[in-house]
């Protein structure tokens, strides 16, 4: 099994709301990460979890709080988001380890637009 | 990890070979070179990586030059589903907790 899942695909929220995004992967991989991607531009790093431990956070706005409740979830908490924060968020996995490349498997994401 | 240098758009005619060429002069001896892409509105998936030697999978072919500071993706008979935009990412070996830091790409038109 070489899926990435996310969860929903679509998502319309007000810019009070909270929502959640979901990412699951039954690979066995404990590197995951969330991409955010605009539209017509290319994939842009969030978050990277390595071994269910936050490993890098590129400068993201509170407003979006990851969580890796265990090896195969990651979730993406989403709160007072603004209409610019509108676009597609990709959830990614790799095996963790240091002894050769390993590819990035990437879900189908959820396109999330902020009214 | 280095950049990348990809042309912005590239056509192919259905069946014909694709060549996509991608430069990365400042690469390092420890980077691989990877190749991902992306259809419309879905996920990047990944295609092939190499380091020093050509490599050929299921769905491509990677051909590194010798010095290394650049490379050619070939999809060997394209298809009209091979539309999509290519990305070329140059990475350290064994960085897997670390981001893939994604260029503009290669918007490839496959057409009939």
């Known amino acids: 099994d070489t899926e990435v899942t996310q969860t929903p695909k679509h998502l319309v929220m007000g810019m009070t709301n909270k929502k959640s995004l979901k990412c699951e992967q039954h690979?066995?991989?404990?590197?995951m990460y969330w991409y955010k991607q605009k539209a017509k531009k290319p994939p842009e790093l969030m978050f990277v979890?390595?071994?269910?431990?936050?490993?890098i956070n590129e400068s993201v706005p509170s407003r979006f709080s990851p969580e890796c409740p265990n090896s195969s979830l990651l979730n993406l908490h989403l709160h007072a988001l603004q209409p610019e924060d509108s676009a597609l968020y990709l959830c990614?996995?790799?095996?963790?380890?240091?002894?050769?490349?390993?590819?990035?498997?990437f879900g189908p994401g959820t396109r999330l637009t902020v009214t | 990890d280095a950049k990348t240098t990809q042309p912005t758009s590239m056509d192919c005619a259905e069946g014909r070979a694709a060549n996509l060429p991608c430069n990365h002069s400042?690469?390092?001896?420890?980077?691989?070179v990877y190749w991902y892409r992306q259809i419309h509105s879905q996920g990047p998936q990944y295609i092939i990586h190499?380091?020093?030697n050509n490599e050929t999978n299921e769905m491509a072919s990677l051909i590194i030059t010798e010095d290394r500071k650049s490379s050619t993706l070939i999809l060997p008979h394209a298809t009209l589903r091979d539309t999509a935009v290519y990305y070329c990412?140059?990475?350290?070996?064994?960085?897997?907790?670390?981001?893939?830091?994604f260029g503009k790409g290669t918007t490839l038109s496959v057409s009939s």
């Open positions: 190499g380091l020093k």
């Open positions: 400042t690469i390092s001896g420890n980077e691989y």
């Open positions: 979890y390595s071994y269910e431990k936050l490993s």
């Open positions: 690979m066995g991989h404990r590197a």
């Open positions: 990614a996995s790799s095996i963790h380890g240091t002894s050769g490349a390993y590819e990035q498997y």
């Open positions: 990412i140059v990475r350290v070996r064994g960085q897997a907790g670390t981001a893939l830091i």
